[in-house]
């Protein structure tokens, strides 16, 4: 995989941040913590990841850097991202009945299939990364993400586990998964092998499950930096810092809900 350079900030400015705004046009978007943005110099965003396209819409219009996101490897497939996204619809749809699912479903056919033509044949141009979620062979993506990170690029690593495990800090809480492991370890990594301490921002994101749901509150909360320097001296620092990342990212979330 090749490495992005200028013309995928080119494409990602013309192309990615309309879409970024379309996916979230019909809601109400409310933040806080715009302030811990990390704008410049490298940086890992670790969110909750509980929609689809309006997580990475919300942060792409959030951010005014490109940010690099890691997307399933079937995404770069039109055939394969058709099916997902058909799934995916299907699944919303289910709670309405049978009959109006149908009528949805056969009404968004066409919108679908050319959103998803459209998105596949560029997700690799805007230096997206493929990665196997299934718990294949990713080391090529961790290669460019740590790249990208060398390069003072922003990556994305949304939150979410095939198990739909519960955080144990919030198990009722729906929109927030058990964390994964990537995100430190990869902060870990940098600077064991670089010496490069990447700050790490925590961000929550809520109401953005629905794919539409017109005037629907969508809230963004983004915490300050976090550092793996700060559990170096614990015996297990990436799980200790997995854990502080996702206790983090509940209680912002808690923070504005009860806002």
């Avoid at 149908?102 to 919108?111: I, Q």
């Avoid at 294949?136 to 979410?160: F, I, P, T």
């Amino acid at each position: 995989m090749r490495v992005a350079g200028e013309q995928h900030k080119r494409l990602y400015d013309k192309r990615a941040r309309p879409l970024a705004g379309i996916a979230i046009f019909e809601n109400k978007l409310f933040w806080r913590g715009a302030k811990n943005k990390v704008e410049g110099g490298p940086n890992i965003v670790v969110a909750n990841h509980p929609g689809a396209h309006k997580d990475i819409g919300v942060l792409i219009s959030l951010y005014t850097r490109q940010l690099f996101f890691t997307a399933n490897k079937e995404l770069f497939s039109y055939e394969e991202m058709n099916m997902l996204a058909e799934k995916y619809l299907g699944l919303w749809f289910r709670k309405a009945g049978p009959g109006v699912k149908a009528n949805m479903m056969f009404f968004l056919k066409p919108f679908t299939h050319i959103a998803v033509r459209y998105i596949s044949s560029r997700i690799a141009r805007v230096g997206t990364i493929p990665v196997d979620i299934r718990g294949g062979d990713n080391s090529e993506a961790k290669r460019v993400m740590e790249q990208y990170l060398l390069e003072d690029k922003a990556v994305v690593l949304l939150q979410y586990n095939n198990r739909h495990a519960p955080t144990k800090y919030d198990p009722l809480n729906k929109e927030i998964h058990e964390f994964r492991y990537g995100a430190p370890s990869l902060a870990y990594k940098m600077f064991i092998k670089h010496g490069v301490n990447v700050p790490v921002t925590p961000i929550s994101l809520e109401g953005t499950y629905h794919p539409f749901r017109p005037f629907g509150k969508v809230k963004v909360n983004i915490g300050e930096p976090m550092y793996i320097t700060d559990y170096l001296d614990v015996a297990e620092p990436v799980a200790a810092f997995k854990e502080a990342l996702e206790q983090r990212v509940v209680e912002l979330y808690n923070e504005f809900k009860r806002a």
